[in-house]
């Protein structure tokens, strides 16, 4: 069974600051990954996701993530830290063995706050 | 049209009562998710649709029970809940299989609290 672990539940850093946000995942096959944000009361936005084709992957709003099979990391960065990041982080993965019509499932979660 | 809408935003309903949650998209998409999430919790899945056929049930109680009436349209009828099941609940859906995992795209929820 697939998982994924991120580490650290609340991240804080300054406005204009890298962010830095770690997933390790756990597949007996090779994963699926993605992050995923969530604003304040509502649904989740996909970010980026991985799916073999290069190991670099860019996303919206300036994120990025780096799939590192050596390390079974996927950890989401961006450059500079603007103030509407401000919101909770999902890492989710799936392994891809259902025909396209996977579920997902998510690490616990990182909350992101951005200091002015 | 590029979303996943549901209905209602808000319900509020006692343990006896009968309710149901809709999900709705316009994109083509094959497969439809429902997930749950409580407070400050990760979303869990709960069922899956693909083709209109019921694919995954990750053991959820028969007090929800899903439907799928058109390729379009995802039902969660809800009887007989607990107020543990009080939660935020999502749906999602994703397009024809192209190789590999398809994105989800998530609608905004529904936010259940049962009384």
């Known amino acids: 069974a697939q998982s994924v672990t991120q580490l650290g539940s609340h991240v804080s850093v300054s406005e204009g600051a890298l962010v830095l946000l770690r997933c390790n995942y756990s597949?007996?096959?090779?994963?699926?990954l993605f992050w995923y944000v969530q604003y304040p009361n509502q649904g989740l936005q996909l970010l980026l996701k991985y799916t073999s084709a290069a190991t670099l992957v860019k996303g919206i709003n300036g994120f990025e993530a780096e799939f590192k099979k050596s390390e079974t990391s996927f950890h989401l960065t961006k450059p500079s830290a603007h103030m509407s990041d401000a919101a909770e982080y999902f890492c989710?993965?799936?392994?891809?063995?259902?025909?396209?019509?996977?579920?997902?499932?998510f690490g616990k979660g990182t909350h992101l706050i951005i200091q002015p | 049209d590029t979303e996943v809408t549901q209905t209602p935003k808000h319900l509020v309903m006692g343990m006896t009562n009968k309710k149901s949650l809709k999900c709705e998209q316009h994109?083509?998409?094959?497969?439809m998710y429902w997930y749950k999430q409580k407070a400050k919790k990760p979303p869990e899945l709960m069922f899956v649709?693909?083709?209109?056929?019921?694919?995954i049930n990750e053991s959820v109680p028969s007090r929800f029970s899903p439907e799928c009436p058109n390729s379009s349209l995802l039902n969660l009828h809800l009887h007989a809940l607990q107020p543990e099941d009080s939660a935020l609940y999502l749906c999602?859906?994703?397009?024809?299989?192209?190789?590999?995992?398809?994105?989800?795209?998530f609608g905004p929820g529904t936010r259940l609290t049962v009384l």
């Open positions: 597949s007996s096959v090779p994963p699926y």
């Open positions: 649709y693909s083709y209109e056929k019921l694919s």
């Open positions: 994109m083509g998409h094959r497969a």
């Open positions: 989710a993965v799936s392994d891809g063995t259902g025909g396209g019509a996977d579920g997902l499932t």
């Open positions: 999602a859906s994703s397009p024809p299989p192209s190789g590999g995992v398809d994105t989800q795209y």
